[in-house]
DNA sequence: TAGATTGTTAATCGATTAACAATC
DNA sequence: TAGATTGTTAATCGATTAACAATC
């Protein structure tokens, strides 16, 4: 029975629910039931159930889940059944690497405008893309209505890039500069920091 | 009052607030507050002060943190006091992206060891160091007492990597590839995968 | 001192789990 | 049918917040 407001650590993990059935979808694999996906993402069974029954009923009792018809319906309801055009700004390593990665295809997700302060890099093809002057940012990215940014640049820069997507239209912001950012409560902030990540596994680690 | 064990959630936000008290040391200030972190961080000036209350006593009623001294005791706590050599596995677009980041620097992870399956990558310098044969990886780790491992490779090696990893002595795995590992529990793995960050809040997105 | 802010307690809030009737 | 597994409820568990005495 489909809820009012989803909690937010239920909608944080509706990705990796999309992303182990596309993987038992390419393993050829038809069905599958709680029990294995939360032994594949290492979390209770139940609470996939309950995750998934903020959204309606998906599964049939004794049968367990359509993988293909589960997919689809994640991927409505995380709205990636569209292909959402992303604003990607700073192309130093990271951002060439971002650009050339290969897993966005499918998921919802291409970069359709590359921006870099350097005079130098403006004007360069990245994949298929010439890179734009950070000065054109605001118009282009409003003219697109582009509601997707990743920042693969200096932290030092990062918060004024930010305002000027935020107050251009931009809702979504995967940050890669090592800095928390300040944005209005409709925008939505993700990051993505390394150094973070292996200082969350150090404090366990011994010797 | 230290306490026995701390929730994981709690360490989890411990790299944040380092973060946080380094950006504000390198702006020259000396003192900060709960209330100060928590509102640079967005979360509650209680849950600061809770969280910091599982380790000691570090700052003074009426003053708030001298912010060195509370960088100096998460460093510990984290163990981030000393530099911990990581292993790298892949040297695709990613691997060159994280091997040339400057971000490690002084944040208690420094690479040490770089591996490939790619014959012609085999021999090439990276950074300072060569880029060594994966038959080697078990060997060099386990010589070196290597405990840290970034992945950095296609998703359908990364498994089979893990487990070479996972018998070679490592205990944390910062995972690039978009794949769920499977892991003894006496080992810890975080993941990095961008589209799983930009699908967490598409769901949020209109039009 | 007066004002500010800590560390801690208790209350609140929310998330996870266990259990099971429903049913494929 | 018998066995399996769902969707859902209620209980449990854990995390966050509000409040405040302590004290710098």
């Known amino acids: 029975m489909p809820n009012f407001q989803v909690p937010d650590v239920v909608i944080s993990r509706l990705p990796l629910y999309l992303r182990a059935l596309t993987a038992l979808a390419g393993a050829g694999q038809k069905v599958t039931s709680s029990k294995e996906l939360g032994e594949r993402l290492g979390m209770s069974a139940a609470q996939i159930r309950k995750d998934l029954s903020h959204f309606g009923e998906f599964g049939k009792q004794g049968m367990g889940y359509q993988i293909t018809f589960l997919r689809t319906k994640l991927g409505k309801i995380l709205r990636v059944d569209r292909v959402w055009d992303v604003a990607l700004v700073g192309m130093g390593d990271i951002g060439h690497a971002v650009v050339r990665y290969q897993g966005f295809a499918g998921r919802g997700f291409r970069i359709a405008l590359i921006f870099d302060s350097d005079p130098k890099k403006v004007g360069q093809i990245a994949g298929d893309l010439t890179i734009l002057a950070v000065d054109r940012m605001a118009a282009e990215v409003k003219a697109r209505r582009v509601q997707v940014a990743m920042l693969c640049l200096p932290g030092q820069h990062a918060q004024s890039v930010t305002n000027i997507l935020v107050q251009a239209g931009v809702r979504s ?13 409709a925008v939505r ?3 993505i920091d390394p150094v973070i990540e292996l200082q969350r596994m150090s404090y366990y680690l011994h010797k």
Do not use: E
Request: no cysteine.
């Open 173 to 185: 912001i995967l940050n890669y500069a090592p800095v928390n950012l300040s944005v209005p409560a």
């Open 189 to 191: 902030v993700q990051y």
